[in-house]
């Protein structure tokens, strides 16, 4: 098929749950890169009787470009030696490039992948402010999706000492400076304090390299991870940024650890704030002692509460690598399971911890944290608010994300994969109780597209109204839903057709989703001098572009 400026896809069976559209026969319309209402009876058609139409993928959480995910590339050769991504033969425009898949795939490897999936925009989930110039470069690098990123702060040295001085304005003043000059999207948050903690070496809780609870002293009396919270939920909210403050918490894969996390919750309860990879941080047990499923108590306060959105980090069975600014949780894992690994440190700001990794249905924790991801899943009353992820790749990569929606939808298929994996830990799971939920496509939709577009703030996102961005996804309707999600017919990225009869096509370049809030400029003198006193990088010279 040529390439046409106009095109009605025709006769398709739509979910567009933003538009309260679920399994309508109707046409979608295109004009340009824009979805439209009508258009004339000539234009171009492409036959979608008997498929199902929903908006591209939108994934809220993933890790994909810059120095960390990049350090993961070169830690693992024999991943790329073993699945090579050949050059795709285009139809048209600049030739496809080849590159390196596994589970950290190579740049122009994630965009055609996750094309292929029908997915059309992606956010890079955790970028040290440092590292911006070069996360861009990769996303420059990565074909097909709109992307962006959150930008690391809970741990950074000028925010801290803002902090410790009672400077809430200026801390959110700083906030916004940094999204700026970083072009970035929103703001992150990581085991908030413990890794500032890690990294000076110790004096945290009972004398150890981490903070245990949101009240552990970080540094000075004045800072610790309540306050990190407090102050970043408080600074996105006043700057009225598209996505509320993007929150990692403390002691992340630690029995008991649900505790910590619904303290983090009631700490900001009112404010908008997002909770990522929430089955990492749904245990129960003690730290110590047997691991248990705490995904019941945890998910009922995220029903109860609107302010909280989550996604949920879904462990997926098979390799895996785990890639995080969480230094100490990796430590931890490297000490543990005595494989290979890499630290950064990042003067001032943050660090990245990695460790390859595979998860086991024989093993009873890997057991445990795949049957807790489902239970958020399935145990969550408002799809708009719990939305996929498999923070990949840290709990399996996006390509296991049609395997997990056949997970979601077939209770058959999920209880027979219940029977093959280890039960020791999972007493009390509800999964074992029979629990018996299966989404149907319009809430696949939610939490693929709808839900996360919402929750970013991307207004011309996960939906096929008349304004909307013209990405769109068209699926054979097929009873494995997973053969179904992995293999779209067509894709279609802000009008242009990238795959068509299941095999890639074009691969345009994406956008680049940023924000640049307002803030008081009188900030950078101080910042200019806190540069000139502690910071190897000039301060005219930070940032992804110069600072004025």
């Not at 100490?328 to 630290?343: D, F, H, I, M, T």
Request: aromatic share 6%; glycine share 12%; with cysteine.
């Amino acid at each position: 098929m040529s390439q046409p400026t106009r095109l009605r896809i025709a006769g398709g069976t739509v979910y567009d749950p933003a538009n309260g559209v679920e399994g309508v026969v109707h046409d979608v319309c295109i004009e340009g890169d824009r979805i439209v209402a009508e258009l004339p009876a000539s234009a171009p058609r492409l036959d979608a009787r008997g498929m199902v139409v929903m908006p591209g993928g939108v994934d809220i959480h993933a890790h994909v470009a810059g120095s960390s995910v990049n350090h993961a590339r070169r830690l693992l050769p024999e991943e790329h030696a073993a699945d090579p991504a050949p050059a795709p033969r285009l139809a048209d425009g600049p030739p496809g490039r080849s590159g390196t898949g596994g589970t950290v795939p190579s740049t122009f490897a994630t965009g055609y992948r996750y094309a292929g999936l029908g997915y059309t925009t992606a956010m890079e989930a955790a970028v040290a402010p440092l590292a911006a110039r070069h996360a861009h470069a990769e996303l420059d690098d990565t074909p097909i999706i709109d992307a962006g990123f959150f930008v690391l702060l809970g741990n950074d040295d000028y925010l801290l000492r803002q902090i410790a001085a009672g400077e809430t304005v200026r801390a959110r003043d700083y906030a916004a400076w940094l999204l700026g000059v970083t072009r970035a999207y929103a703001i992150k948050v990581v085991n908030p304090g413990g890794v500032a903690v890690w990294k000076g070496g110790g004096g945290g809780a009972d004398g150890g390299r981490n903070v245990r609870g949101l009240d552990d002293a970080v540094g000075s009396s004045a800072v610790t991870p309540r306050k990190i919270l407090e102050t970043l939920a408080g600074a996105a909210n006043a700057l009225a940024l598209p996505h509320p403050v993007h929150i990692h918490c403390n002691n992340l894969g630690q029995p008991g650890n649900a505790a910590t996390t619904l303290e983090s919750m009631r700490t900001l309860a009112g404010q908008r704030a997002h909770f990522t990879h929430l089955q990492f941080h749904s245990y129960g047990g003690a730290l110590g002692k047997a691991w248990a499923s705490a995904a019941r108590e945890v998910i009922e306060y995220v029903n109860a509460h609107a302010e909280v959105s989550v996604d949920v980090g879904q462990v997926m069975f098979g390799p895996a690598t785990t890639v995080t600014a969480d230094g100490p949780v990796e430590q931890l894992l490297y000490a543990s399971s005595g494989r290979k690994w890499v630290n950064i440190d990042i003067e001032l700001e943050s660090g990245c911890g990695i460790v390859p990794y595979a998860y086991r249905e024989r093993a009873a924790v890997a057991a445990l944290q795949w049957a807790v991801g489902l239970e958020l899943f399935l145990l969550a009353n408002d799809p708009w608010r719990v939305v996929l992820s498999t923070d990949h790749p840290n709990g399996g990569t996006f390509l296991s994300y049609p395997e997990l929606i056949r997970l979601l939808m077939d209770r058959a298929y999920r209880d027979e994969r219940l029977k093959g994996v280890n039960q020791k830990l999972l007493a009390g799971n509800a999964l074992l109780d029979g629990l018996s939920r299966e989404y149907t496509l319009g809430e696949i939709a939610i939490i693929t597209r709808a839900g996360p577009a919402r929750l970013l703030g991307l207004t011309g996102k996960g939906h096929l109204g008349p304004g909307a961005d013209a990405d769109v996804t068209i699926y054979a309707n097929d009873a494995d839903r997973a053969k179904m999600f992995a293999t779209p017919r067509y894709v279609i990225k802000a009008g242009t057709l990238v795959v068509e009869d299941g095999q890639l096509r074009r691969a345009p370049t994406g956008r680049r989703l940023t924000v640049r809030p307002d803030y008081d400029a009188a900030v950078t003198k101080d910042l200019k001098r806190f540069f000139d006193e502690y910071a190897c990088v000039g301060f005219e010279n930070y940032g992804a572009e110069p600072v004025a």
